[in-house]
């Protein structure tokens, strides 16, 4: 996949509507014309997680972030969590985008989508870029049942009045704070006319989502995927914190550089789980670099 330095995206995206199957998707256009990206965010997120990593791949691609299934302003049907529906919505809107083919980027939840369909749609994919997920999802000892594994994964309770909300994110990530991060996560959200704020994901379907990272985990599609796959992992914010969780995180990494035929691995060095508010330039950088060798 090549990359031209004359042509840019464009950071101000314009928010468009596609109908995939029955369900209406809300996704950002971020413009280019030629090679097309998709990229899909994680769960209880939206499309403009990437707000801040886009407009440094400096390329002539055509990019698109989509808003999953029940989340940002797409549609919340009641059934269609498990990875085969998951990756069907993105080939759907790809179909009603006319595009046959496209590099699919995918964080957290959305890295298993995006693996979802490099392994199910190996004609339609081009390369497969996953960010922190899909490598193995939350290591778990063979022992673990699912109630301990819902437990796990329940919502944060940081919901309620707005400034508890923002108060909770604004400390996580004190760090790196700023009005556009504050108004990502907004976009992640539903609010009411008092202030209050409450997660865009039901709970159904949040529970139906952990079912299907339950019962069929996303590496076991990894044997199927034969498009060039990016993996990116966090390096932690601080050298040697929880050691053994990155131990595990490193044996899950480089096993799926394993079994993905051609798969290579960068490491961000001084950031957690959410990589596009840490270090936004350094994910770009990594995307851009991968998605140029192809």
């Known amino acids: 996949m090549t990359m031209k330095q004359n042509e840019r995206v464009t950071s101000t995206p314009s928010g468009q509507w596609l109908k995939s199957g029955d369900l209406n998707m809300h996704y950002l256009d971020w413009g280019g014309n030629e090679e097309v990206v998709v990229f899909l965010h994680g769960a209880a997120s939206s499309c403009h997680w990437y707000d801040l990593v886009i407009p ?31 990756a069907g919505d993105v080939i759907g809107s790809l179909d009603q985008l006319g595009i046959r083919q496209a590099a699919v980027v995918g964080h957290s939840w959305g890295a298993s989508t995006a693996l979802g369909v490099a392994a199910l749609h190996p004609d339609r994919v081009t390369a497969l870029v996953m960010i922190d997920g899909g490598f193995g999802g939350v290591p778990r000892s063979p022992d673990m049942t699912w109630e301990e594994f819902k437990n796990r994964l329940s919502p944060r309770d940081i919901y309620g009045p707005r400034e508890r909300y923002l108060g909770a994110l604004r400390q996580q990530f004190a760090h790196c704070w700023s009005d556009q991060i504050e108004s990502i996560v907004m976009s992640m959200v539903r609010e009411d006319p008092d202030g209050t704020v409450h997660e865009r994901l039901e709970l159904a379907n949040q529970q139906q989502m952990l079912w299907a990272m339950w019962s069929e985990p996303a590496h076991t599609m990894m044997p199927q995927v034969h498009c060039p796959t990016l993996i990116v992992a966090a390096g932690g914010r601080q050298p040697g914190a929880n050691s053994e969780f990155m131990e595990r995180r490193r044996a899950n990494v480089e096993a799926a550089k394993a079994v993905i035929a051609d798969a290579r691995v960068v490491w961000i060095p001084g950031t957690g789980h959410d990589i596009g508010y840490e270090k936004p330039r350094d994910l770009a950088n990594a995307i851009g670099e991968f998605l140029s060798s192809i």
């Not at 698109?64 to 029940?70: E, G, T």
């Open 56 to 86: 440094h791949v400096s390329d002539s691609y055509r990019v698109i972030a989509l808003d999953q299934r029940a989340h940002g302003k797409t549609d919340q049907p009641s059934a269609g969590y498990d990875w085969r529906t998951l």
